[in-house]
């Protein structure tokens, strides 16, 4: 299905949706529960926190309500749970004449998205989140002219949104939800206080990446021949900036930032370039182990756990990453117990999928 874009219409937030805005609420003050909280961050689905069931508080019901956060960051999202929300986040209800189901929501949710930079620059959507203008395919006679609605419910020109094009085209895309068989609850506990402390120098050799500078030396998009990723000290798209014509790392290690963000680590499986910015960790020769995806994860994970040593712009130097201890498991002799590991992260949700 093609997306023609030139043919849509204007329609108000407020024509298809009723907004609410959060009371105040104190999370520190909240019972902890199952019903999630919608608050006004971008990150973990915009989900603060996790409260009991709060009296006198409105519950939004998540297959008719869409949250959002609107202050620093605007952006719209699907909750899987009906949900709180939190202060001065705000919902999109679909009104009771035009309930929309999830993928007419979803399609909406992505126009929303591309909005976001209107409220770049700390700009705050606030009281204007019911009038901003989303363009969404419109209803069209079958002679191809504009179908018009004289009792102008959705917009003062008649125009109606086409929501069965909507749903179409969302399931013409060809996703399909990963699924797990593993249970949380069958993940094996961790025991932490059996575990051995042991420091990085013990285990890894620590390397530092070389210099490129972006643009110049490497770029965004990936081809036949710029087709080494670019690890830096970024905290999305695992650690990926743009792609190069050479590699410094033959993968299947992991890559801790050492700059900004110190000690956020990712595992790499191919071949890349670490920038200046990131350190390469990889087993020391003695431990007669390589990296797997899953021994990759767990160490990642526990790497990344360091990152409050690194706070207030400090930096996560070579010397002072050697001398971090952590703790890992160890079988009965006093060893690092990789079989441990590896079957830990293999039990978890999805773990089954890696």
Not at 254 to 261: D, H, L, M, V
Not at 269 to 289: G, H, L, Q, Y
């Amino acid at each position: 299905m093609n997306l023609d874009v030139e043919r849509w219409k204007p329609f108000k937030i407020n024509a298809i949706f009723d907004v609410y805005t959060g009371g105040d609420l104190i999370m520190g003050e909240i019972d902890e529960g199952h019903i999630p909280i919608a608050s006004n961050s971008a990150e973990n689905n915009n989900i603060a926190a996790y409260s009991d069931f709060i009296p006198n508080r409105k519950l939004f019901d998540c297959k008719k309500s869409i949250s959002i956060a609107d202050r620093g960051k605007f952006w719209a999202f699907i909750q899987a749970n009906d949900f709180y929300l939190g202060t001065r986040a705000k919902s999109l209800v679909c009104k009771e004449h035009n309930v929309l189901n999830f993928y007419q929501m979803t399609f909406i949710v992505s126009i929303i998205n591309q909005e976001s930079f209107k409220f770049s620059y700390g700009r705050n959507c606030c009281a204007n989140l019911s009038q901003i203008d989303l363009y969404l395919p419109a209803k069209h006679n079958p002679n191809g002219s504009i179908f018009r609605d004289k009792s102008k419910k959705y917009s003062k020109c008649g125009y109606v949104p086409d929501f069965e094009f909507m749903e179409n085209y969302i399931k013409s895309l060809h996703y399909k939800p990963l699924t797990t068989k593993n249970r949380p609850e069958n993940a094996p506990p961790l025991n932490i206080e059996k575990w051995g402390e042991f420091s990085l120098k013990e285990i890894f050799n620590i390397n530092r990446g070389k210099r490129l500078v972006k643009d110049e030396d490497y770029f965004d998009d990936k081809d036949e021949i710029y087709k080494f990723p670019v690890i830096t000290a970024k905290t999305t798209d695992n650690g990926v900036d743009g792609y190069y014509n050479e590699s410094n790392c033959n993968g299947n290690c992991i890559i801790a930032c050492g700059e900004a963000s110190g000690m956020y680590s990712t595992y790499q499986k191919e071949p890349c370039w670490v920038m200046d910015t990131a350190r390469i960790f990889s087993f020391k020769e003695n431990m007669a182990i390589e990296f797997t995806p899953t021994l990759g994860l767990f160490f990642a994970t526990l790497l990344t756990y360091n990152m409050y040593r690194f706070s207030y712009g400090r930096k996560a130097k070579p010397s002072n990453m050697n001398t971090i201890i952590i703790k890992l498991p160890i079988n009965h002799k006093g060893e690092l117990d990789f079989d441990f590991m590896e079957n830990y992260i293999k039990s978890l949700p999805y773990g089954d999928r890696i």
